[in-house]
């Protein structure tokens, strides 16, 4: 998931705040996806899920099957995004240093032309 889908993700979840929203949707746009940043709207979004429990009046049992099963299904999508944004990195490095050898390799062309152009 790149940052564009995150970013529709969290507009396009019903169970979010607009306040929620607003606020994620800025700091990704501002910051990017960080493991920083990406770490921190986990620990918001369980905040966002124990918060919204406890105005409905729910008790949290951590130990019921059904509460561990959603958490974590909703921490292996916190995951898979997680991964998707670190293959995402590594491939922008990857190609990064491949333009950037290019670049020294033609300059170093560049320059042997001009030495032999001015012979």
């Known amino acids: 998931m ?31 996806l960080t493991s920083e940043v990406l770490d921190q709207l986990k620990a918001a979004i369980v905040d966002e899920v124990s918060k919204t429990y406890a105005e409905m009046g729910v008790e949290e049992d951590t130990n019921d ?24 990195m590594t491939s922008l490095v990857e190609e990064g240093n491949v333009v950037f050898k290019n670049a020294v390799t033609q300059m170093e062309e560049d320059q042997k032309q001009a030495v032999r152009d001015s012979m």
């Open 65 to 88: 099957p059904e509460y561990q099963a959603e958490h974590k299904k909703m921490m292996d999508e916190l995951q898979k995004i997680d991964d998707e944004l670190e293959s995402a």
């Open 2 to 32: 790149n940052k564009q889908e995150l970013i529709q993700y969290l507009q396009n979840n019903e169970h979010f705040d607009d306040a929620f929203k607003q606020l994620w949707v800025s700091r990704i746009q501002k910051e990017g």
